[in-house]
């Protein structure tokens, strides 16, 4: 506790350099409301945690009554003063743990200010945090740390502050408002032709198997290179778009115009004329193709998808211009629902554990699913698998090849592993005569298929699904609407 702390009508003295960023009597009023009223506890839990206090007397009295009540126990002023102990080495300005409790409980706020107290203790300990995160980028400045590290480790300071202030869209509710929701969601269905609770992909084979990209969930497709991973989220985010969502996708690894390229070439698909985007780039295209290149282009000008193609990005930057973006719609009325990521393995991980892979996939895979709940967003989210794929004969792969997969087997919602047989097929020449002859055969079987196993998905069953694709033109369909 700092020396000398009292009430509101006597002599406090602070030696913290954050000493201004905090309100003493707001700390005890709620904190004398909380041992007094039944229902404050209930209030404020939600709000503010103990190390949102500043007075760290406040920070232990708070957990105590914290653990009253996660123990079941009644929490009223008796029964509080008689466990709160002697707090410690805590200072209370000569007051034994009781008076001061009483002295708490004396100064309570009025049951209609708790609420406006709790923001007020928790939006000080913000303005300390902020404060910290500048007091660390100036060391880190002054100690000649990297620009770009010392700004990241203030980014990632600072977007903690601003997710802990975003609105929750996952408080607690009871059984029945759960129930009732429930029932409310079933007779939706029922009323609503076509119904479907998620994002589409763009592709009813998938759509009816997952229901869509949902709101607050964190999905993985992932692949060997070659598989058509980048493809896939581009024509599924152009796709979103297109139906009216607003996307947001960063590309970690091509321009923002190779992006256009993909999406254009696949929105003047057909299947008698198709235009590999590669033509686009060299200038290889037929006048009948311009015309409808032209036609696709000019249909995207006012596309709801903005492509953030800058390289090296770290989770907390991704979060912050992801925010950035959302509270924008919002302030036009609208709503972000959808975030594209490509890839989850080539976000910079933060310094916290460099050199040590597996966490540093975890701290991705875990952040991605929380930006997920905390924005009430779809996010989808590329991935790439082990080479061990590679060494096996049958190179189907299996969630066990996703690369440091524990935490993300475990974060994400939806996993949908790629597979493209071609891909092999094309890489493996040579051997017999009959050997190749086999191959080709069986090349040109499954020349434009790709699989796509749903090996997890927490709503829903599992199980293969078989799309045709043109990789080279960016384009993916379902088999039996091919020429679509």
């Known amino acids: 506790m700092s020396p000398g702390v009292a009430f509101a ?22 904190l004398g409301a909380i041992i007094s009223q039944k229902e404050a506890l209930s209030k404020v839990k939600q709000i503010i945690t103990p190390d949102d206090f500043f007075e760290p007397v406040h920070q232990d009295l708070y957990t105590k009554i914290l653990a009253i009540h996660d123990d079941g126990g009644a929490l009223t002023y008796t029964i509080v003063k008689a466990k709160l102990g002697a707090f410690g080495a805590h200072d209370l300005g000569g007051l034994t743990a009781a008076a001061y409790a009483a002295r708490l409980a004396a100064e309570a706020a009025i049951p209609n200010e708790v609420i406006d107290l709790a923001r007020i ?11 910290d995160a500048g007091a660390i980028l100036r060391e880190r400045i002054e100690d000649d740390a990297p620009i770009m590290d010392a700004a990241t480790d203030a980014l990632a ?16 509710v009871s059984m029945g408002e759960a129930a009732r929701g429930s029932i409310e969601r079933m007779q939706t269905a029922i009323s609503t032709p076509n119904y479907m609770p998620g994002l589409t992909s763009g592709l009813r084979t998938i759509d009816d198997r997952t229901g869509g990209f949902k709101r607050g969930e964190f999905s993985v497709i992932a692949g060997r290179p070659g598989m058509g991973k980048s493809a896939l989220d581009v024509a599924i985010a152009r796709s979103q778009a297109a139906a009216g969502y607003n996307a947001l996708l960063f590309s970690l690894e091509m321009t923002s115009a190779d992006i256009a390229d993909r999406a254009i070439a696949d929105a003047a698909w057909n299947d008698h004329s198709p235009i590999p ?52 719609l919002q302030r036009q009325g609208k709503t972000l629902d959808a975030i594209h990521i490509d890839h989850m393995h080539i976000v910079r991980p933060s310094n916290r554990y460099q050199g040590r892979p597996v966490q540093e996939v975890t701290e991705i895979s875990n952040g991605l699913k929380a930006l997920a709940k905390d924005l009430n967003v779809a996010v989808i989210a590329m991935a790439q698998l082990n080479r061990g794929v590679e060494n096996r004969d049958n190179k189907r792969p299996t969630m066990s090849d996703l690369r440091e997969s524990g935490s993300i ?43 796509l196993d749903i090996v997890k998905q927490r709503s829903g069953p599992t199980g293969v699904v078989t799309l045709m694709c043109d990789i080279a033109c960016n384009v993916f369909r379902d088999l039996d609407g091919a020429g679509q």
Request: glycine content about 2%.
């Open 157 to 172: 300071a600072i977007d903690e502050i601003i997710a802990s202030r975003s609105d929750p869209h996952t408080q607690p």
């Open 9 to 30: 009508d006597e002599v406090v003295e602070i030696e913290s350099p954050n000493s201004a960023l905090h309100n003493l009597e707001a700390e005890q009023a709620l």
């Open 277 to 328: 985007y590669q033509n686009m780039r060299l200038g290889k295209v037929l006048r009948e193709q311009q015309q409808r290149l032209t036609e696709a282009a000019l249909a995207f000008e006012r596309l709801p998808l903005v492509i953030e193609p800058q390289a090296g990005l770290t989770l907390s930057q991704i979060a912050a211009r992801a925010r950035k973006h959302h509270q924008k």
């Open 409 to 451: 087997e475990q974060d994400a919602d939806l996993i949908l592993l790629m597979f493209r047989e071609a891909y092999y097929l094309e890489r493996h020449t040579g051997g017999s005569p009959e050997a190749e002859a086999a191959r080709l055969s069986r090349l040109a079987h499954v020349m434009d298929i790709v699989e």
């Open 121 to 131: 203790v928790r939006d000080m300990a913000q303005r300390r945090a902020l404060a």
